[in-house]
């Protein structure tokens, strides 16, 4: 199976900060990579796919890079909103996998 | 717009079973893979099982294999998770989510089910 990491697992950060999230994949997955945001006691939200395209509605603060083993996640100006866990997920294999996670809190 | 509704969750004794629904709406459902992913509580989210349009060509992660069955009536919209030989390990949140193609991206989830097994 596909191995995926996030970091850092934790990120303290201020409203209007621009912060990154960087997953990695244990080996290639092209451009197979979505991003989500959960709150506590709800469902994830897909945020980007592909690597970098913009779901639907999802705030152009949020953006994706990447490909092969290395993405990113960007969020620019960060919103009170924005406060949550963020998780990658590699859809390229039929195991598919999530990163563990990463948690976006108020410094 | 597309609304996903899980059902069935409960607490269930080790070694039990428990059958969860997915009810589907606002979409065509017989056209899109769809998909159970499971969070444990404080955990992070793991990939269980999808199934294709067709029903055929079924997934399972290693974890539930053997275990678990994944079942569709598209004439009823539904999802179906089968749940046997169930342990501690099992006790998570089980969503649905729509799936955007054999290998691809799940672009809506319904609000969960919890499960608990427990003695």
């Known amino acids: 199976d596909i191995q995926m990491t996030q970091s850092p697992s934790t990120l303290s950060a201020s409203v209007g900060d621009r912060v990154t999230i960087t997953c990695r994949a244990s080996?290639?997955?092209?451009?197979?990579l979505a991003w989500y945001q959960q709150k506590p006691g709800k469902a994830p939200k897909l945020l980007i796919y592909?690597?970098?395209s913009l779901e639907s509605g999802v705030p152009s603060r949020f953006s994706g890079s990447g490909s092969g083993t290395e993405f990113t996640l960007a969020i620019n100006s960060l919103q009170p909103d924005d406060f949550a866990t963020y998780y990658c997920?590699?859809?390229?294999?039929?195991?598919?996998?999530f990163g563990p996670g990463t948690k976006v809190e108020l410094k | 717009e597309v609304f996903l509704a899980e059902s069935g969750g409960g607490l269930v004794k080790p070694g039990g079973s428990l059958r969860l629904s997915c009810e589907a709406s606002?979409?065509?459902?017989?056209?899109?893979?769809m998909n159970w992913v499971r969070q444990a509580p404080g955990k992070g989210l793991e990939w269980v099982s999808s199934?294709?349009?067709?029903?055929?060509?079924?997934h399972y992660a290693d974890s539930v294999k053997g275990r678990f069955t994944i079942s569709r009536d598209n004439a009823k919209r539904s999802l179906y998770l089968q749940l046997n030989s169930l342990g501690a390990e099992d006790t998570a949140v089980y969503f649905c989510?729509?799936?955007?193609?054999?290998?691809?991206?799940?672009?809506?989830w319904g609000q969960g089910t919890l499960v608990t097994v427990s003695s």
């Open positions: 989510a729509r799936g955007l193609g054999e290998k691809g991206h799940f672009d809506s």
């Open positions: 606002g979409f065509s459902f017989q056209y899109y893979y």
């Open positions: 199934i294709p349009p067709s029903g055929n060509y079924i």
């Open positions: 080996q290639s997955i092209s451009r197979w």
């Open positions: 592909d690597a970098s």
């Open positions: 997920h590699q859809y390229t294999s039929y195991s598919q996998t």
